[in-house]
């Protein structure tokens, strides 16, 4: 049963299902109404299909004021001119126009395809034909319009949140590994940290996404807060694939003060990040001695790094680990105005 499942599973998206039910509503109300034009109507009923709720309040405007405009262009080119394919395009061209115009461009494929409808028409009794397939629109614009609000769409910010969770999950199953690899880093080969870092942005593609929805749903701060959430986590999934690559290039780093010093850092660091997500994801509050104890442990670390580059025979290797530190504090910047953020709820502070 797996595989049929796997197979079917892309058919079956929220649009998808919403799409599906406005058609078969639209159909069967105009079918019930005994109108010949139900495709029509359906065609309409997709097109004011949108995946959120704002999305699908501001199409369904432009297409009403749309399908007034191209009903209206057809109507009067319907009983002006003869009806041949040069006057149906020049009707698709005056109402393209001036829906560009009104800055209604979103509204111009119902709005074609209204005077296509309108035109293609038999020779007697024009304008109760025209109001007739006009009506059928506006039923499907209707009934597209109502599907979107009464299946609400998934919460597109609560699954990014699950999803920048779960990287945040996977990236600090790498720092755990990398800290334990770090006398012998071959332990923790590059094809494994590759790895470690794809299954890291997997969530973190997928949560991208969902963010772009959950802008358009009308929660713009949580939005950019969680993206910047999700920008400050591929910050980190970078950082961490460098950081092992210098430990290669030193050959590892034996027990001594400057390896107690960068894990010390490293798990603050981790800690930071830790408390900074819990608050953007969770809503928790940020423990504000983490920061301090992050920046302690750098200070400390930073300071062994210098006196190794202090050292003529020690220079080339505190100078590799001067490049680590630089990542580290790279992350920290990154993690700071999102710990303001979460501060606030999301809401910029006033300058």
């Known amino acids: 049963m797996d595989l049929p499942l796997r197979v079917l599973q892309p058919f079956f998206g929220a649009r998808i299902l919403k799409t599906g039910a406005a058609v078969f509503l639209t159909m069967a109300l105009l079918h019930a109404m005994g109108s010949s034009y139900a495709a029509f109507g359906a065609v309409a009923a997709v097109l004011a299909v949108q995946p959120s709720l704002s999305q699908a309040r501001s199409a369904f405007l ?35 126009g001036i829906l560009v115009r009104l800055r209604l461009s979103e509204a111009a494929g119902l709005a074609v395809v209204v005077v296509l409808f309108v035109m293609d028409r038999p020779e007697h009794d024009f304008l109760r034909y025209t109001l007739a397939r006009m009506g059928t629109i506006v039923v499907g614009m209707t009934v597209g319009f109502l599907v979107n609000r009464l299946i609400r769409p998934p919460d597109a910010l609560g699954r990014a949140r699950a999803e920048l969770a779960e990287g945040h999950r996977n990236l600090d199953r790498s720092i755990d590994r990398l800290l334990l690899s770090l006398s012998h880093p071959q332990d923790y080969p590059s094809e ?42 591929e910050a980190f999934v970078a950082a961490l694939a460098d950081i092992h690559r210098i430990a290669l290039e030193v050959g590892g780093m034996a027990h001594g003060p400057e390896r107690e010093a960068l894990t010390a850092a490293v798990k603050a660091l981790q800690e930071y990040k830790s408390a900074v ?20 442990a750098l200070a400390t670390f930073g300071s062994r790094v210098e006196q190794l580059i202090d050292r003529r025979d020690r220079r080339e290797f505190g100078l590799q680990l001067h490049l680590i530190l630089a990542e580290m504090r790279h992350m920290v910047w990154r993690l700071r105005p999102l710990a303001r953020l979460a501060g606030t709820g999301g809401r910029q502070a006033p300058r």
């Open 62 to 96: 432009q297409q009403l004021v749309g399908n007034a405009v191209a009903g209206a262009v057809a109507t009067l080119l319907g009983l002006w001119l003869p009806v041949n394919p040069l006057t149906m395009a020049l009707g698709a061209i005056l109402a393209l």
């Open 192 to 233: 494994q940290v590759g790895h470690d870092a794809d299954a890291a942005r997997k969530h973190l593609s997928v949560a991208r996404t969902l963010l772009d929805l959950g802008a358009a749903e009308g929660r713009p701060d949580q939005a950019e807060m969680l993206r910047q959430a999700h920008s400050a986590l």
């Open 277 to 296: 997500l819990a608050g953007v994801l969770q809503g928790a509050a940020i423990d504000p001695e983490a920061a301090s104890r992050c920046e302690a």
